[in-house]
């Protein structure tokens, strides 16, 4: 059961690096745990660390008598359903550009919308623009 525990941690903390900058659009303050997240995400597949969620499932499944398996989470879990014929070097760095891609996009909109909030509460813009 701790298993599919850290299994299901594991793959929320996925989408949360993936697309946790589209909550960050409804909750602004998510932009201080998310950020982080989705650096070290991304630093995962680009730098080709381990996340330490794998090597705990891991040694979770062999506690119970289980068997381990070869590679990462990513590698066992994901990509077999998005990529069949498994991971390379290439598709990690697919995967970190996806990650970078629509986090920058989801936080160019973010600081698009702040930016002209903070532009219409200005005294200064609303003299110059008419208003």
């Given at each position: 059961?701790?298993?599919?525990?850290?299994?299901?941690?594991?793959?929320?903390?996925?989408?949360?690096?993936?697309?946790?900058?589209l909550?960050?659009?409804?909750?602004?303050a998510?932009?201080?745990?998310?950020?982080?997240?989705?650096?070290?995400?991304?630093?995962?597949?680009?730098?080709?660390?381990?996340?330490?969620?794998?090597?705990?499932?891991?040694?979770?499944?062999?506690?119970?008598?289980?068997?381990?398996?070869?590679?990462?989470?990513?590698?066992?879990?994901?990509?077999?359903?998005?990529?069949?014929?498994?991971?390379?070097?290439?598709?990690?760095?697919?995967?970190?550009?996806?990650?970078?891609?629509?986090?920058?996009?989801?936080?160019?909109?973010?600081?698009?919308?702040?930016?002209?909030?903070?532009?219409?509460?200005?005294?200064?813009?609303?003299?110059?623009?008419?208003?």
């Amino acid at each position: 059961m701790l298993v599919d525990l850290v299994v299901v941690a594991h793959f929320l903390f996925v989408l949360f690096v993936v697309f946790g900058g589209l909550l960050v659009l409804r909750w602004p303050a998510l932009v201080y745990l998310h950020l982080p997240v989705a650096v070290y995400g991304a630093l995962i597949e680009l730098v080709g660390w381990v996340c330490p969620l794998t090597p705990l499932e891991k040694q979770l499944r062999e506690s119970a008598g289980q068997n381990g398996y070869e590679g990462g989470f990513v590698e066992h879990y994901i990509l077999p359903v998005l990529y069949p014929a498994g991971l390379t070097r290439e598709v990690q760095l697919v995967l970190a550009a996806l990650v970078i891609g629509v986090n920058v996009l989801v936080y160019a909109v973010i600081a698009r919308k702040r930016g002209r909030v903070a532009s219409e509460r200005n005294p200064l813009h609303r003299t110059v623009a008419g208003k």
